[in-house]
């Protein structure tokens, strides 16, 4: 991952509303949220979440896939291991013993993608 795909990452889950959204999408799995369900559960009104989703959907964070008349979103796992293996490669000044949990981490998340 590049400088600017990583900022570009890190300001779409900048804000509350995209970093609950996301989280939430985490946890669900795979398998992904209808839009209708992510509102209800995150508390936001349709058009709101639109924008949040488009914001996240431009990071790489999230896709979607339409089921009849629902637009279902899930996470993107590659792009979310992409960012934490970003955030922690050049760590701690090339002191193993500080960095490796945390490269591991970065390397494990494995869950549901």
């Known amino acids: 991952m590049d400088l600017s795909?990583?900022?570009?990452?890190l300001?779409?889950?900048?804000?509350?509303?995209?970093l609950a959204v996301f989280r939430l999408l985490v946890r669900a799995g795979a398998e992904g949220v209808p839009a209708g369900e992510i509102a209800r559960e995150i508390g936001v009104l349709?058009?709101?979440l639109s924008t949040h989703l488009m914001?996240?959907?431009?990071?790489?964070?999230?896709?979607?896939r339409r089921e009849g008349r629902s637009i279902i979103y899930a996470a993107e796992?590659?792009?979310?291991?992409?960012?934490?293996?970003?955030l922690v490669a050049d760590?701690?000044?090339?002191?193993?013993?500080i960095c490796a949990p945390l490269e591991r981490i970065a390397?494990?998340?494995?869950?549901?993608g």
């Open 5 to 9: 795909t990583g900022v570009e990452a």
């Open 11 to 18: 300001s779409a889950l900048a804000h509350a509303t995209r």
């Open 46 to 48: 349709p058009s709101t």
């Open 55 to 64: 914001i996240l959907g431009h990071a790489g964070l999230v896709r979607l």
């Open 77 to 86: 796992y590659d792009r979310m291991r992409d960012l934490l293996g970003f």
């Open 91 to 97: 760590c701690c000044g090339g002191r193993p013993e």
């Open 107 to 112: 390397r494990d998340v494995q869950c549901c």
